[in-house]
């Protein structure tokens, strides 16, 4: 029986493919003796190639702007590690947050995991930072300096001469600078868009961590892009590599529609399409472009591989070969193994089901976990080794520390307030002012009523209030000096 490409399990209704399972014994991009076969893909364009351009330019934008975009005066998103602080579309988590932050990832993950279910690998194609960096804007630059693939095979057959020294030169330098922008953007989301001008303006001496986090990530970038590219997904993208278990005969896919395709033959210029069938002959005139133009050096006609990151670009350049030749465009497509090969609609099945009932727990979960988070976080704890202070008034004294988190970035006053109780909480000084995400730590005293305490150990409840608003509230131990 037959395998489907797709899940490389047996296939129940899998047709009859022209044999060339040979592609699963060897990479594209390593040849016989195992070395690195370099990949010179085609100039792409066309529809889906525009589309994913303007995409691309879109997420370009927000992702040179994002460390400096600020929602309620925080940034869009900062994974600052040293300090623990996190900022996700503009909601700010401290360490505290863990299980909120824990059971965000693991929504997140199970997104992706249904997502790619259903779709394939859309993010690979249209979203993934690597895909769009490494295709529109260094191949781009690529394709500027070295011309398109014929052009960059004779440039490095031929010998090294001023022409291709100076584009070698050139090529390399602009592909530097882009890496440094690229490092400085990653360390602005790591330490802040702050701390990343202070250390572009300041005497370097104050910043030699930073300026060799921004060498190091610079190196790491222009190693990628100029050198070790598609091998990237391949290799060390594990998401690339979960694709065998996370799609399945109905996630969509780039897919070659083989029962129309094959078998493959070259067409002379004046045969139509009813001589073709008339022959036996499928609609791919084995032009060889859908090979050429992929950046992963993979022949998509052999079925769905890993390689395969749906960059769409050999839809493109067989649906340009269909029109020129006046056969229906969509010989490649996005389309299912069981689309292709049994004629079948994209249908709900129980693994779908079950994902998207996790997915819509844990999602209501995060949601509830997020409106029920307080713009601060606050403890109020006994001072150890204080003893209760009975005050000339009469009034029974209990020493406290109160700690507070602001978690906005705006300034906040609070005060404390007894809660349902009489008495009052006192904090030296007045009102206690805490800066937009900083901690700030007081001493708190608070007096009871002699009336009011009835024994040793009594409980009372602490409010945190702002502008009247009450934040947060504690309860604690009020002790007596002497039962009463
Ligand atoms: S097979 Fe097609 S979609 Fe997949 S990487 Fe190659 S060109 Fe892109
Ligand atoms: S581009 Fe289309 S017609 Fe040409 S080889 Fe690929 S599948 Fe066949």
Request: charged share 20%; proline share 5%; glycine share 8%.
């Amino acid at each position: 029986m037959e395998t489907s490409p797709a899940t490389g399990r047996a296939s129940k209704a899998a047709v009859h493919r022209t044999p060339n399972d040979d592609f699963r014994d060897h990479l594209p991009t390593v040849d016989a003796s195992g070395r690195r076969r370099w990949i010179y893909p085609r100039r792409p364009s066309g529809r889906l190639h525009a589309a994913r351009r303007l995409v691309s330019w879109i997420l370009l934008a927000v992702m040179v702007a994002g460390p400096w975009i600020r929602i309620s005066g925080n940034p869009l998103l900062l994974f600052d590690l040293v300090n623990r602080r996190f900022s996700i579309l503009g909601q700010v988590f401290w360490p505290h947050d863990t299980f909120i932050f824990a059971v965000a990832m693991l929504t997140g993950f199970l997104m992706i995991v249904l997502f790619t279910a259903v779709y394939g690998r859309v993010w690979c194609g249209w979203l993934c930072p690597q895909t769009v960096l490494m295709e529109m804007v260094f191949r781009k630059v690529e394709y500027w300096i070295e011309g398109d693939a014929p052009q960059q095979r004779r440039l490095t057959a031929a010998p090294w001469g001023f022409d291709k020294i100076r584009k070698r030169l050139t090529k390399h330098g602009i592909f530097f600078a882009i890496s440094f922008v690229v490092g400085n953007l990653l360390l602005a989301y790591i330490i802040g868009s702050e701390r990343l001008t202070a250390i572009v303006t300041e005497s370097p001496h104050e910043h030699l961590v930073g300026l060799s986090l921004m060498i190091l990530f610079t190196l790491v970038f222009y190693g990628i892009f100029a050198r070790f590219r598609e091998q990237a997904c391949t290799f060390i993208c594990p998401y690339g590599r979960f694709q065998s278990v996370l799609l399945d005969d109905h996630s969509i896919v780039v897919a070659y529609d083989e029962r129309r395709g094959d078998p493959r033959a070259r067409r002379s210029r004046s045969e139509s399409h009813d001589e073709r069938k008339n022959r036996g002959t499928g609609d791919c005139v084995d032009c060889h472009l859908c090979v050429d133009v992929c950046p992963t050096g993979i022949d998509i006609r052999n079925g769905t591989q890993m390689e395969c990151v749906n960059c769409t670009a050999c839809i493109d350049a067989c649906d340009q070969v269909m029109d020129r030749v006046g056969f229906d465009t969509g010989l490649i497509r996005y389309a299912s193994r069981a689309g292709i090969e049994r004629g079948e609609r994209l249908t709900i099945t129980p693994r779908l089901v079950g994902y998207s009932t996790a997915l819509l727990i844990l999602a209501s979960f995060l949601t509830f976990l997020l409106v029920s988070r307080t713009d601060v976080h606050a403890t109020f704890l006994r001072n150890p080794g204080t003893l209760s202070q009975t005050l000339p008034s009469g009034d029974v004294a209990n020493f406290y520390t109160v700690r507070v988190m602001n978690k906005t970035s705006d300034p906040l006053e609070v005060e404390l307030r007894l809660i349902d109780h009489e008495g009052s909480v006192t904090l030296p000084g007045g009102h206690l002012m805490v800066a937009g995400r900083e901690i700030t730590e007081r001493p708190a005293i608070v007096t009871l009523p002699p009336g009011t305490v009835h024994s040793r150990e009594n409980k009372i409840s602490v409010g945190v209030y702002s502008e009247g608003e009450l934040l947060e509230s504690f309860d604690t131990n009020f002790f007596a000096p002497e039962d009463p």
